[in-house]
């Protein structure tokens, strides 16, 4: 061991009663749990009544453990020592935890290492002490759930777990090791269709998938390990437009399925839908919206390159045929100026819709694909004084139209302001008045002497027509005068309140 001077001595003792202190205050923060069952991973640190189980600092001195735990102690690092074959051999890095684990027969294990708000990883070595078979992150405090390491078919023998602490950080651990859960239920029945190796899917120059089509149930193979993963690639044929129910099942693997839209070349397209792992022993059911006919691309994979691993996945493929046309509409105007129409809509959803149609008594003005949920269109066929009726359609993958709703308006040939209604009124009246054009607008409300009285409208308004409310509770019985001053002219009428 290399030579430490008295200060290095005094830095990591304090370092080590640091963490000692820091790992017994965040174990009070938890409240216990259980070991963890065949397959499940802990949600927690031990409590704080679990004995520590502190290993050696190399291969050496390493501290035999057996399947279960949990096995607790604390870390500390002094640099990112993530070298780890170095840190052993020389014993130069930062004291890091070593445990020897003995098997006896072959077994398929799961590693969990849970740890308090601290940098970590956990190492599995092989048998010569040297080779690193499988790595992992710390878990449990930001996803409890998520296993550490998997590591199937691991043959008789002596094997080295290391926890290592780095970035000049540390704190308590916890270590468990369980034996995978079998699954219940057995994948793959006799009839289903296989994945037809090869079906590497996008490599270059020759794609390869394994063609499906609604209504099967495919089963394949997966493994991981060493860097490297099986990955499966099929080709779904939609013959109409569809509604799909993608239903994943696993064993002893952690499958994540990609649903793609394949693209001109028949490779990569846009992602339509993404699951991420199915899970061990797990049937997820994942639903898409309605998709158009054509071709799309499924992508099955283990979700680690890392963990050395095999097992099997059934899909099945569940079709719903059938065009429902679905658009929740918010609402559509029709703004009429001296010149043009400018019609809007605005939605909160579409399914089964690719585009929208606009139109002008019967003649079509626009076609808008559906790519937004705010819409704009301007007319400009338009001729003063006239009087038209729009429609706004939805039309579905089948090319079935769906009226929406419709406006009517009036194109205004001049600026006009129009008797209010009632005349006489008590209290309440409405002024109406025409714009030729946008432009701003001011009406106001006089007495017979003059005194204004109330201003109803001051501001920018497009061209159309306006119907605005007044109300004269607080003002007394009499003749009353409204002006509307737009487009640089005044205009005014009169109008009497009878209380």
């Known amino acids: 061991m290399k030579k430490i001077n008295e200060f290095g001595w005094a830095l990591i003792l304090v370092l080590v009663l640091t963490s000692v202190l820091k790992g017994r205050t965040e174990v009070e923060a938890f409240q216990g749990v259980d070991e963890p069952t065949r397959g499940q991973a802990p949600t927690a640190l031990p409590p704080a009544a679990v004995p520590l189980c502190l290993g050696g600092d190399t291969i050496g001195a390493a501290v035999p453990i057996q399947i279960g735990g949990p096995y607790s102690g604390f870390t500390t690092g002094f640099s990112n020592d993530y070298d780890i ?8 890095g930062s004291p890091d935890v070593v445990y020897s684990l003995t098997l006896t027969q072959q077994h398929s294990l799961r590693f969990d290492l849970c740890s308090a708000d601290f940098d970590a990883r956990l190492y ?3 048998q010569d002490g040297v080779t690193v078979r499988s790595v992992a992150d710390t878990g449990c405090q930001t996803n409890p759930l998520a296993p550490q390491l998997l590591v199937a078919a691991m043959s008789p023998g002596v094997y080295y777990l290391v926890v290592d602490g780095s970035n000049g950080e540390s704190g308590l651990y916890g270590l468990y090791l369980t034996q995978w859960l079998e699954c219940e239920e057995t994948l793959c029945p006799q009839g289903t269709q296989g994945e037809m190796e090869p079906n590497s899917g996008c490599d270059y120059p020759n794609p390869q998938f394994t063609s499906i089509y609604p209504g099967s149930v495919v089963c394949g193979e997966l493994w991981a390990g060493s860097g490297t993963r099986d990955t499966d690639w099929f080709r779904l044929s939609l013959p109409q437009p569809t509604q799909l129910s993608l239903q994943l099942a696993a064993d002893e693997v952690d499958p994540v399925l990609i649903l793609l839209e394949a693209s001109e070349d028949n490779c990569y397209g846009s992602t339509v839908l993404e699951l991420d792992e199915a899970g061990f022993c797990e049937t997820e059911m994942i639903e898409t919206d309605w998709l158009p006919a054509g071709e799309y691309l499924i992508f099955i994979a283990h979700h680690s390159w890392q963990e050395d691993i095999a097992g099997h996945y059934e899909l099945q493929v569940i079709a719903e045929f059938g065009v429902p046309t679905l658009v929740e509409l918010i609402s559509f105007d029709a703004n009429a100026s001296s010149d043009h129409v400018q019609l809007s809509w605005e939605t909160s ?6 585009y929208y149609i606009v139109a002008r008594d019967g003649t079509v003005v626009a076609q808008l694909p559906v790519e937004a949920t705010h819409y704009q269109v301007v007319d400009y066929e338009v001729e003063t004084g006239a009087r038209y009726n729009y429609v706004l359609q939805a039309v579905n993958y089948n090319g079935e139209v769906e009226v929406l709703s419709s406006r009517s308006v009036t194109i205004p040939a001049v600026l006009e302001l129009r008797q209010n209604y009632p005349n006489p009124f008590n209290p309440l009246t ?3 008045f025409q714009l030729a054009c ?4 001011r009406l106001t409300v006089y007495t017979a002497t003059g005194t204004q009285v109330s201003t109803i409208c001051d501001g920018y308004l497009t061209g159309g027509e306006y119907n605005m409310e007044f109300d004269g509770s607080d003002l007394p019985s009499g003749a009353y005068f409204y002006t509307l001053q737009a487009e640089g002219s005044t205009l005014t009428r009169k ?3 009878l209380k």
């Not at 074959?85 to 130069?92: F, K, R, V």
């Not at 959803?349 to 690719?354: I, K, R, S, Y």
């Open 85 to 92: 074959i170095i840190d052993l051999e020389q014993d130069g």
């Open 124 to 126: 599995l070595l092989e």
């Open 349 to 354: 959803g579409e399914q089964a819709v690719p």
């Open 430 to 432: 409405r002024i109406s």
């Open 438 to 441: 946008g432009t701003q607008v």
């Open 495 to 497: 109008m009497l309140l």
